[in-house]
C-alpha cells in the first residue's frame, strides 16, 4: 500500500473514530440532562475540515454518518446540513489553533445562571473549586444576541483568543478543549461548579485566594 492510501486510510479511521464519539458524548448529555430536545452542538476538528452536529438534530439520538462534514470555509462535504449556530465554533477554531473539540450546550444550571442579573462580566462565575480553575478557567459574560445571529459570532471572536469558554447571556455555555474529551470534561465541570454557584448564592462562601490560584497555575498550567 502506498503513502498516499496509508493516509487516506488514517484520516478516515480518525474521521470514523471522532464521528463516534460525538455520538456517544451526545448520549452522554442527554442522559445526564445536559441536552434537552434538540439544544445543544459538538464538534470536532480534522486535517482537512472539521465535523459539526447537525441541525435540528437530538444529541441523544446522532447517526454518525449523518454528522456534518465541513470545509474551512464552510461548505458541507457529507453528511446533513449543520447546526445554525456553527459560527459559535468556527469563531473559537479560527482564534484557538490547537483546539481540537468545541461543545456549546443549554444545560439547566449553567444557562440558569446566564440568566441572572449583576453577574461579573470577566468571569461569570467565582473561582470555587480548584478543579473550575484548572479545567474551565475564567467563564466570560456575552452580551444577549438572538440565537443564529451572525454578530454573536463575532462577539464571541473577541474572546476566544484569550478563553477556552464563554458563557452566553440568556443562552448557555460555549467550551473548546484540546480534544473532544478535554472540551467534555470542561463544560461537565462547568456546569457542576454553575450548580454549586446557585445552590450557595445565599451563604458566606469562600472562594480560592490569589495564593491558591497561583499555586494552581505552578502545578497543572491553569490559566485564570
Request: glycine letters at 8%.
Amino acid at each position: 500500500m502506498g503513502d498516499a492510501a496509508v493516509t487516506m486510510l488514517n484520516t478516515s479511521t480518525e474521521e470514523n473514530r471522532l464521528r463516534e464519539e460525538i455520538a456517544e458524548i451526545g448520549r452522554s448529555f442527554r442522559q445526564l440532562g445536559m441536552a434537552p430536545g434538540t439544544s445543544g452542538n459538538i464538534s470536532a476538528k480534522l486535517d482537512n475540515g472539521w465535523l459539526m452536529t447537525p441541525t435540528n438534530a437530538s444529541l441523544g439520538a446522532l447517526d454518525p454518518a449523518e454528522i456534518s462534514k465541513l470545509d474551512w470555509d464552510g461548505n458541507l462535504i457529507t453528511g446533513k446540513p449543520p447546526t445554525k449556530e456553527s459560527f459559535l465554533h468556527r469563531a473559537f477554531y479560527d482564534q484557538r489553533a490547537d483546539a481540537g473539540g468545541i461543545i456549546h450546550l443549554h444545560a439547566t444550571h449553567s444557562s440558569a445562571v446566564s440568566c441572572l442579573n449583576g453577574l461579573d462580566p470577566h468571569s461569570c462565575l467565582p473561582p470555587i473549586t480548584p478543579y473550575f480553575v484548572m479545567r474551565v478557567g475564567r467563564l466570560p459574560l456575552i452580551p444577549y444576541y438572538r440565537p443564529g445571529d451572525p454578530a454573536l459570532g463575532e462577539a464571541v471572536r473577541e474572546y476566544a483568543a484569550n478563553y477556552s469558554a464563554v458563557l452566553l447571556a440568556n443562552h448557555g455555555p460555549v467550551v473548546a478543549g484540546k480534544t473532544l474529551e478535554a472540551a467534555r470534561n470542561a463544560i461537565e465541570e462547568l456546569e457542576e461548579t454553575a450548580k454549586l454557584f446557585l445552590l450557595l448564592r445565599q451563604h458566606d462562601v469562600r472562594t480560592l485566594n490569589e495564593d491558591d490560584i497561583e499555586a494552581l497555575r505552578q502545578a497543572f498550567g491553569a490559566s485564570w
